[in-house]
């Protein structure tokens, strides 16, 4: 269920949705190819005359930042999961491509009420389009990537330019990018069949309707099994979009996003049962026939741009985004009832939410020049309200034993539900005004100076205990980049990041801090041989203060915000394409993430100074590598081969049980024309066997890794 904080039978906390987004779309329409004329990794130049049609997957443009400035000249950590990237190793969820950037822990496709992807240490905050949702989980998981363009990932906080319905990122910014319509007509759909039964159709409608007007259609309708007993997963998702330019040199862009996922919610199988004999890893945990969790998306999101003249540039952005959560669970709760050799008692309980946002975002951008320095100035306010009503009830009478050396039998009973007086009412809101000076002082040096001043206004009912509070934060950020050569770039930037502690149930009644952080990275960025190989290399030191946990010598369980974490490490990140046949990605991080000062944990007592956070590994990386044979009786085929590494961690915070370290190799073979697809990918090819940790109410509880496996998937291009 949504848990975020550790939790006891008297205290719960309760989370739902979150979004983002980031608008990268030009004034004018940009052209688009199939995915066969566009197959380099490193992403494609996102600028008001984009072209796609080379075979490169570097970019030199992001929008990221609000600005127009080129990556290899921006002071900061970004990284970018483009198009060809996606295809070529055949991702089809976000947790999926997450692997292919440093430093990113990606959350299971079963932890989307659980958690968010980790960046550096700590929890991240998705986007879609640009624009943040409320949440405290990644419920807004696009739950497919039919409909995406690319995955931005900015690493660090960003709260000087970014925010919403729970304040603005303290880790780290995960943007995902939707398909929008393009000049050309066409029209894709695909097939994907495979292990754990499963069935998925994509659909990629773009028509043109005028030479000012174009809709375009993306989307994915799957069900499948899951290698977890007794689950099985159907999602659907949709991405509509259209686009208006008008004579005035101004463009209007509509995008709708909507997302169903339904499952048998998985509780994580006790860690320490690992390694007894008779334990099957893959056994449903819970009650098999509890109801199947559903969570729905549906959001309508407007952009307006207007050119007012060759130096200022508007942009107005509207979006209304709605959640509706109805999750069933049966678990046991080992926090308060510890297991009896390979027996544990079962609980049950539901959750209903319903999520309400609204979100306006004004902003404009001067283009202009001082003297000898140039200027890109962004000047905006955003305002963001949020209506989150929520109610978990929890069976008072247990279900039963389960033993997991046996085969499981509990029944999850007859249903029951949440009342309106169960559910509690909160609303969030979030007035910010926020400015960039994005400078170019010579033809070496640029400097960054931002900032952003928010007005929060929290009014949260956590367990009967009301909190009505105002809080004024103000987030600055400034960096430097020093282009040393054609060749290379050093970079330094320090910011903060502050947003709301949410489902605070303070002791003794006392009312919540918003959480913060404060960061500092610097690196050097390069670009060499002729463009071939490009990449990041940074160090970097992330804090973060204000952490709630239960504070025990509370009768009620209240929570105090106590202890403070510390994460550094080094990343790097690189593509390398030596002729337009090769294509090689390579990542590495070494993260120490621990606990700067010691905090009391309800669970597991006094978590000291120096230990580690639970789910970030210590060293990771991934290599992956694709080879396109252009001549010959093979012309048309590509190969792929792909591994990835991660050490072990910690369960829980300040546990003393690890999970594995793990190697996992995938590999892909596909044939391409200008009419069809055909793909097979194999993940796991070694079929090794491993667990990750599994965030379940911050119990010491493992999710099995995935089996080999193998997806064969047709597209056929129209």
């Not at 200008?674 to 379940?696: A, F, K, W």
């Amino acid at each position: 269920m949504t848990h975020k904080y550790p939790l006891c039978l008297s205290h719960f906390s309760f989370g739902a949705a979150s979004v983002v987004t980031l608008s990268l779309s030009s004034l004018n329409f940009s052209s688009l190819s199939h995915a066969s004329d566009n197959t380099s990794w490193l992403l494609e130049e996102v600028t008001v005359e984009g072209n796609q049609d080379n075979r490169s997957y570097q970019s030199n443009q992001t929008m990221f930042g609000l600005t127009n400035t080129p990556v290899f000249n921006t002071p900061q950590s970004i990284q970018i999961i483009n198009a060809s990237l996606i295809n070529d190793q055949q991702l089809t969820t976000l947790s999926d491509a997450l692997t292919n950037v440093s430093g990113v822990v990606p959350n299971d496709e079963s932890e989307t009420l659980l958690i968010n992807p980790i960046i550096r240490g700590f929890e991240s905050e998705i986007f879609v389009d640009g624009l943040m949702s409320y949440g405290d989980t990644a419920v807004v998981d696009p739950a497919s990537l039919a409909g995406i363009e690319r995955i931005e990932v900015a690493k660090g906080p960003t709260s000087s330019l970014y925010g919403g319905g729970s304040g603005a990122p303290v880790g780290g910014l995960i943007n995902v990018v939707t398909k929008t319509p393009k000049k050309d007509s066409f029209y894709h759909i695909g097939v994907r069949t495979g292990s754990f039964d499963t069935l998925a159709t994509t659909l990629d409608i773009n028509q043109v309707i005028s030479n000012k007007h174009a809709f375009r259609l993306a989307g994915e309708i799957h069900d499948s099994e899951d290698y977890i007993d007794d689950v099985s997963i159907k999602r659907l998702s949709l991405y509509p979009s259209w686009k208006t330019h008008f004579d005035n040199d101004s463009e209007l862009l509509i995008r709708g996003f909507h997302s169903s996922i339904e499952q048998l919610e998985y509780p994580g199988l006790p860690a320490e049962l690992v390694d007894q004999p008779n334990i099957n890893l893959t056994q449903f945990s819970g009650a098999s026939d509890a109801p199947d969790t559903e969570i729905t998306n549906n959001a309508l999101h407007g952009r307006y741009q207007l050119a007012l003249n060759d130096q200022l540039q508007w942009t107005l952005q509207l979006r209304h985004y709605d959640n509706d959560l109805h999750e069933f669970a049966a678990f046991p709760f080992l926090n308060t009832l510890p297991l009896m050799g390979t027996q544990a008692v079962l609980i049950r309980g539901i959750m209903k939410a319903d999520t309400q946002e609204w979100t306006l975002d004004s902003q404009l951008t001067l283009n202009t020049q001082f003297g000898s320095t140039e200027h890109e100035v962004v000047v905006g306010l955003n305002y963001d309200k949020t209506e989150y009503k929520v109610g978990m009830v929890f069976d008072p009478n247990f279900l039963g034993i389960v033993d997991y050396a046996e085969e499981n039998t509990v029944s999850f009973g007859a249903p029951f539900t949440v009342t309106d007086d169960q559910r509690a009412e909160n609303n969030y809101t979030t007035l910010a005004l926020y400015a960039q000076d994005y400078i170019t002082l010579n033809e070496a040096t640029t400097l960054q100076l931002s900032g952003r001043v928010s007005r929060y206004t929290l009014q949260d009912d956590a367990s009967g205990i009301n909190t009505d509070e105002q809080y004024t934060e103000f987030d600055p950020r400034i960096g430097i980049s020093h282009q040393l050569n054609s060749e290379l770039s050093l970079f330094a930037g320090a910011a903060t990041g502050s947003r709301l502690s949410l489902y605070y149930a303070g002791s003794n009644a006392s009312s919540p801090k918003p959480e913060t952080s404060e960061s500092i990275e610097a690196g050097v960025k390069f670009n060499m041989a002729d463009g071939k190989l490009v990449g990041t290399i940074a160090a970097y030191q992330l804090n973060r203060e204000n952490i709630p946990t239960i504070d025990l010598t509370d009768p009620n369980f209240g929570s105090v915000q106590s202890g403070e974490q510390q994460s550094k490490g080094i990343e790097l990140d690189a593509i390398w394409e030596p002729t337009p046949q090769w294509s090689l990605l390579a990542n590495y991080a070494y993260t120490n993430a621990e606990y700067s000062e010691p905090l009391f944990n309800a669970t597991l007592g006094q978590i000291n100074t120096g230990t580690d956070l639970a789910r970030v590994p210590q060293n990771s990386g991934r290599l992956a590598g694709r080879y396109r044979f252009e001549n010959g009786i093979l012309q048309n085929v590509a190969v792929g081969l792909g591994v990835t590494y991660a050490e072990g961690t910690p369960i829980v915070d300040g546990s003393n049980i690890l999970s594995d370290d793990y190697t996992i190799f995938d590999a892909q073979l596909n044939y391409s024309t200008s009419r069809y697809d055909i793909g097979l990918t194999v993940r796991n090819l070694t079929d090794n066997e491993y667990v990750t940790p599994y965030q379940y109410f911050r119990q010491e509880v493992i999710r099995p890794g995935a089996p080999l496996n193998a997806q064969l998937t047709l597209k056929l291009y129209f």
